[in-house]
């Protein structure tokens, strides 16, 4: 069981960054594939980064060059820095951990808000 708790998120202005942070409690986090969804009312929630156990990492188009995201084994986080934000960047912010046979564990979500 893993329990995830987010935070760093607000409203900025178009062109600022924004920290988002995810703690984990819970065994074997260095195990998971670790990442970050968001999503808007109506629609699903898509993939903005993810970073595996061995620290290979993958971003979605519309962010890449933008966000970067690390993992913190040892302190059993992970975070997502945004750069560059921009009013499509808005949405809540979900944190998440997988591994085979468990499947996802998600956090509560953390609203961003980039206003232009």
């Known amino acids: 069981q893993v329990q995830l708790v987010e935070s760093g998120g607000g409203l900025v202005q178009a062109g600022e960054s924004l920290r988002l942070s995810c703690a984990a409690s819970g065994s074997f986090f260095n195990l998971y594939a670790v990442g970050w969804y968001r999503q808007t009312p109506g629609k699903q929630r898509d993939l903005v980064a993810f970073?595996?156990?061995?620290?290979?990492?993958n971003y979605a188009d519309s962010v890449k060059g933008r966000f970067t995201i690390s993992r913190d084994n040892a302190k059993n986080t992970v975070s997502l820095h945004m750069n560059s934000l921009i009013p499509e960047d808005t949405a809540v912010y979900y944190c998440?951990?997988?591994?085979?046979?468990?499947?996802?564990?998600w956090g509560q979500g953390t609203q961003v808000t980039v206003s232009s």
């Open positions: 998440t951990a997988w591994a085979p046979s468990v499947g996802n564990y």
């Open positions: 970073i595996s156990s061995g620290g290979n990492t």
